[in-house]
C-alpha cells in the first residue's frame, strides 16, 4: 500500500494535467514525488528552496492572481514557523489555498521535536474560516485532496500522516461517521486514531463516531449520535475526543455542539509535555498514552 504523501503526489500530479488553475508550491522537501509534473508544468510546479516563509508568501501571491496554490512541506515547517505568513497572506488578504503537511505529531520521531507539529491544529483555530482534514488512510487523503481542490477559494489545510488505520472507510468530506452504535457514550476517533479506539473499546457499549474533517466541526453529528445513545436531551452523555494531537484540541467544538444539554467531555491526545526520548511512532503512542491498552483504560475510566 502506498502513503498518504505518496498517494498526495500522484493525485496532484493528475489534478495538474486536468486543471489549469492549480499550481504545487514545495519548499524541497516532497520535490521527487513531482518530478514528472514539473516536467510537463514547469510553470505551475515550484519549489523555493528551503524557505518556509517564502513558500506560503509565494502561494499567497498566486492565490492573489486567481491560481488556487497547493503548498506541501512537513507540519512543523507549514503552519508552525511561516504562521504570521498563513495569517497575512491568506488570511488577510481573503485569498484561499490548499497547504498539505507531512509528519504530523510524531510521524519521524528521529528528526526530533523540530519536525514534529501536535499544536498544528491549535494554532490554524486562531484563524477564521480554515476547513481542516485528517485522513487515516491514504484513499481517505486522496478523497479528501480532490475535494480541497476543488474547494473553490477556501482555505484548506490536509494533515497527512505515517500513522494510517489497516482500511479506508467511506467518508464524505465535511461529515463524521458512524462506526458501532452503543448506549454508554460517544467516542469520537480523528483519523489515525481509528484503529486504536476501535480496539481499546471492544466490548464497551459505546458509539464511536469517525471524523476525517474536523473544522468545521460536524456538530450536528455528535447531537444526533449524543440523543441517541443516551436515549434523550435531559440524560448525561459522556463523549470521550481521541485526537492524533495537542489533546483537546476540539473539546470546545464539542462544548458548542452540546451547549443545551447535559453533557461531560474527556479530550485525549499528545499532552503539552514533551517527549524527550525518540523512538517509533507505536513507542511515541504508547508514551503519549495513546495506546489501545492506555486508551481503554482512560476511557473506561472515564464513562459512568
Not at 528552496?49 to 507540519?75: K, N, S, W, Y
Not at 481509528?194 to 453529528?221: H, I
Request: aromatic share 6%; hydrophobic share 45%.
Amino acid at each position: 500500500m502506498d502513503t498518504m504523501r505518496e498517494r498526495f503526489a500522484s493525485v496532484v500530479s493528475r489534478l495538474l494535467d486536468d486543471d489549469p488553475r492549480l499550481a504545487v508550491v514545495l519548499a524541497e522537501i516532497g520535490k521527487d514525488g513531482f518530478t514528472d509534473a514539473a516536467r510537463a508544468h514547469p510553470d505551475r510546479v515550484i519549489n523555493v528552496g528551503i524557505r518556509e516563509q517564502l513558500l506560503v508568501g509565494v502561494g499567497g501571491g498566486l492565490a492573489l492572481t486567481g491560481m488556487r496554490p497547493i503548498l506541501h512541506t512537513f507540519a512543523s515547517f507549514l503552519v508552525e514557523r511561516p504562521f504570521e505568513q498563513v495569517k497575512l497572506d491568506f488570511g488577510h488578504q481573503g485569498v484561499g489555498g490548499v497547504l498539505v503537511s507531512a509528519a504530523g505529531s510524531y510521524d519521524w520521531p528521529a528528526g526530533g521535536y523540530t519536525h514534529m507539529a501536535p499544536g498544528d491544529v491549535a494554532l490554524l483555530d486562531t484563524l477564521d474560516g480554515w476547513t481542516v482534514h485528517v485522513p487515516g488512510h491514504p484513499d481517505e487523503a486522496e478523497t479528501l485532496l480532490r475535494d480541497a481542490a476543488a474547494a473553490g477559494d477556501d482555505s484548506v489545510y490536509v494533515r497527512l500522516s505515517a500513522h494510517s488505520n489497516s482500511a479506508p472507510r467511506d467518508i464524505v468530506p465535511g461529515r463524521f461517521l458512524t462506526v458501532r452504535e452503543g448506549r454508554r457514550g460517544v467516542v469520537i476517533a480523528v483519523g489515525p486514531m481509528l484503529d486504536g479506539v476501535l480496539t481499546a473499546v471492544e466490548g464497551l457499549d459505546v458509539t464511536v463516531l469517525y471524523a476525517t474533517t474536523v473544522r468545521p466541526f460536524d456538530a450536528r453529528a455528535v447531537r444526533a449520535t449524543a440523543e441517541a445513545a443516551v436515549g434523550g436531551v435531559d440524560v448525561d452523555v459522556d463523549v470521550v475526543l481521541v485526537e492524533p494531537y495537542l489533546a483537546g484540541t476540539s473539546t470546545a467544538a464539542v462544548n458548542d455542539a452540546l451547549a443545551d444539554r447535559p453533557y461531560r467531555v474527556l479530550g485525549l491526545g499528545i499532552p503539552r509535555r514533551e517527549l524527550r526520548r525518540y523512538g517509533t511512532i507505536d513507542e511515541h503512542l504508547a508514551g503519549q498514552g495513546l495506546d489501545p491498552g492506555a486508551l481503554r483504560e482512560r476511557i473506561s475510566a472515564f464513562l459512568r
